[in-house]
């Protein structure tokens, strides 16, 4: 059984920085796609980044345009686990973050294609001040 469960989130202020985790058990894929998505209060949930994993080795990676150059999404293996390191936030980027994955390729259009994950994590706050 599949389980994701997040941690590292907060309350900090505009300008500063968080680093959220997804520790991941259960799976015995050998190529899969993670990713971390977002929803704030009163609007959809929405793809923030997402890496594909072959192999355990790190593949490609796609950010939001909300989150290049601020985000950046790693893996630890040997960990089996997920990171988003998070840079100058912003108050737009409070939310609850979430992890999911998906066995296999990332589907096309992943931010876009949160339907295809099949599982999800319980999510953490993400809340920054201005």
């Known amino acids: 059984q599949v389980q994701l469960v997040e941690s590292g989130g907060g309350s900090v202020q505009a300008g500063g920085s968080l680093s959220l985790s997804c520790a991941a058990s259960?799976?015995?894929?050998?190529?899969?796609?993670m990713g971390w998505f977002r929803q704030a209060p009163g609007k959809e949930r929405e793809g923030v980044a997402v890496?594909?994993?072959?192999?355990?080795?790190?593949?490609?990676?796609y950010y939001a345009d909300s989150a290049k150059g601020r985000f950046t999404i790693s893996q630890d293996n040997a960990k089996n686990t997920l990171y988003l390191q998070m840079n100058s936030l912003k108050p737009e980027d409070t939310a609850m973050y979430y992890c999911?994955?998906?066995?296999?390729?990332?589907?096309?259009?992943?931010?876009?294609?949160?339907?295809?994950?099949?599982?999800w994590g319980q999510g953490t706050q993400v809340t920054v001040s201005s």
């Open positions: 890496l594909y994993i072959n192999n355990n080795v790190p593949g490609s990676t």
């Open positions: 999911a994955a998906h066995p296999g390729r990332c589907p096309l259009a992943a931010l876009s294609s949160q339907g295809r994950f099949a599982y």
């Open positions: 259960g799976y015995r894929w050998s190529e899969w796609c």
